[in-house]
C-alpha cells in the first residue's frame, strides 16, 4: 500500500515540515545578496593575486617560498569567513529591525478580543506598507467594535421587546385568579387580553426571523414581478387601509427582477404598514412600480408626521423611537424599515428615504 493510497499520513508529514520564520527567510535573503556581490569579487581578487605572483615566479631565477602563497590563502580565506559572518549578522539585526513594527502588531493583535475591542494598534512612523497594514486593522478593529455594541444593544432591545407581552400576559392572568369573584365576563377579557399579547409577541418573533432571513442572504432566486407582490400586499392591506380612513393610490407597471419572492413580499408588506401606520387621519398612501433603465424600481410614500432630515437614519435602526408621535405601535414591531433594509442590501439593491416638508416619508427601492 502506498502513501498515496493515505492522503491523511501525507497532510501530517507536510506539517512538520515547518516553515522558517519571516525573519529568517529574510535573513537568508539579504545575505544570500550580499553575497552574490561580495564572494565572486573575493574570488576575481584571489585570480588576479594568483596571477601576478606566477609572473614574479617566472620572471625570478630563484622561486619565492611557498610560504607566502600560502599567507596569501589563508588571509583570503580569513576575511571571507569574516565576510560571511559580519553579512549573516548585519542581515539578521536589519531584519529584525524591519519586523519590529509586525512583531508589535501580532502581540497587540493577540491580545484584542471580542471583549477588549477598544484596543488600537497605533503605529506611528514612516508612511510605509506596515504602517498602512497597521492603519487598515485599526479600521477593522473599530468596524468590528462597532458591530458588536451594536449587536449587544439590539439584542438587549429585542430582549425587553420580548419580555414586555410576557410579562403583560403574566400580570393580566395574576389580576383575573386572584379575583374570587370574577365573572365569566371579566375571565373572558382576560383571556382575549392574554392572547393579543400572545399574537403581538408572535409578530416580533415573525419579524426577528424574517430579518435573520434577510441578513442572511439570498439562497434561491426566480423572477419575480413587483407589481404582482405589491398588488398582493394591497390587496391584503385593504380592510386596514379603510379602518384607518387612508386612501391608497396604486401606480403598478411591470417591474421582473431576480430575487427571493418571500423576502420581497415581506419587504413590500412592511413598507405598506409602515405607511399605514405612521399616517394620519384621511391621509393617502402612493405606489409605484415600474423599470427605470431596465431595473425594477418600487416606490412607497405616505402622509403622516413631519420628520426632521437628520433623524431619518434612526428610522432603518432596530426598536428606535422618534418621539410621541412616530413609535411602534401596540400592532407594530419597531422593525418594520430595518427588515426593508436588510432585504435590500441582500438583493443588492439601492435604497433611499427622504421626509416630506409636509409631513411623512418617501421610500425608493431600485434593484440591481
Not at 583570503?76 to 559580519?86: E, P, Q, R, W
Request: proline share 5%.
Amino acid at each position: 500500500m502506498n502513501a498515496a493510497s493515505h492522503p491523511t499520513v501525507i497532510g501530517r508529514a507536510r506539517r512538520h515540515l515547518r516553515r522558517p520564520s519571516l525573519r529568517v527567510q529574510l535573513t537568508a535573503l539579504y545575505a544570500g545578496l550580499v553575497l552574490a556581490v561580495i564572494v565572486p569579487m573575493l574570488l576575481v581578487a584571489g585570480f588576479l593575486l594568483g596571477r601576478g605572483q606566477a609572473r614574479l615566479r617566472a620572471g625570478d631565477a630563484v622561486p619565492p617560498p611557498d610560504t607566502a602563497t600560502q599567507q596569501v590563502d589563508a588571509a583570503l580565506a580569513t576575511v571571507a569567513v569574516i565576510v560571511v559572518v559580519l553579512t549573516a549578522l548585519t542581515a539578521w539585526w536589519l531584519a529584525g529591525r524591519i519586523l519590529r513594527p509586525l512583531r508589535a502588531m501580532t502581540a497587540t493583535a493577540q491580545e484584542i478580543s471580542a471583549t477588549n475591542l477598544n484596543r488600537r494598534l497605533g503605529l506611528h512612523g514612516p508612511d510605509d506598507e506596515l504602517v498602512k497594514l497597521g492603519r487598515t486593522l485599526d479600521d477593522l478593529f473599530e468596524r468590528l467594535d462597532s458591530s458588536f455594541a451594536a449587536q449587544r444593544h439590539f439584542v438587549a432591545n429585542a430582549s425587553h421587546e420580548l419580555r414586555t407581552p410576557l410579562a403583560g400576559q403574566r400580570a393580566v392572568l395574576q389580576v383575573a385568579l386572584a379575583d374570587p369573584d370574577a365573572s365569566e365576563a371579566s375571565l373572558r377579557a382576560a383571556c382575549e387580553e392574554a392572547l393579543g399579547l400572545g399574537e403581538r409577541q408572535e409578530r416580533l418573533i415573525d419579524a426577528l426571523l424574517t430579518l435573520a432571513e434577510g441578513q442572511k442572504g439570498i439562497e434561491h432566486r426566480e423572477v419575480v414581478d413587483l407589481a404582482d407582490v405589491t398588488n398582493r400586499v394591497m390587496m391584503s392591506r385593504g380592510a386596514e387601509a379603510s379602518r384607518r380612513s387612508i386612501t391608497v393610490q396604486a401606480s403598478l407597471d411591470p417591474a421582473p427582477l431576480s430575487g427571493d419572492p418571500h423576502l420581497i413580499a415581506s419587504m413590500i408588506g412592511n413598507l405598506v404598514d409602515n405607511a399605514l401606520r405612521h399616517n394620519v387621519p384621511d391621509g393617502h398612501v402612493t405606489i409605484a412600480t415600474e423599470l427605470t433603465n431596465g431595473h425594477a424600481r418600487l416606490s412607497v410614500g405616505n402622509t403622516g408626521p413631519t420628520i426632521r432630515s437628520q433623524d431619518v437614519r434612526r428610522l432603518f435602526q432596530p426598536f428606535q423611537r422618534l418621539g410621541t408621535e412616530r413609535t411602534h405601535t401596540a400592532d407594530g414591531h419597531g422593525l418594520g424599515l430595518v427588515i426593508v433594509q436588510a432585504v435590500a442590501e441582500a438583493h443588492g439593491a439601492q435604497l433611499t428615504a427622504h421626509p416630506r416638508p409636509e409631513g411623512g416619508l418617501d421610500v425608493t427601492v431600485l434593484f440591481d
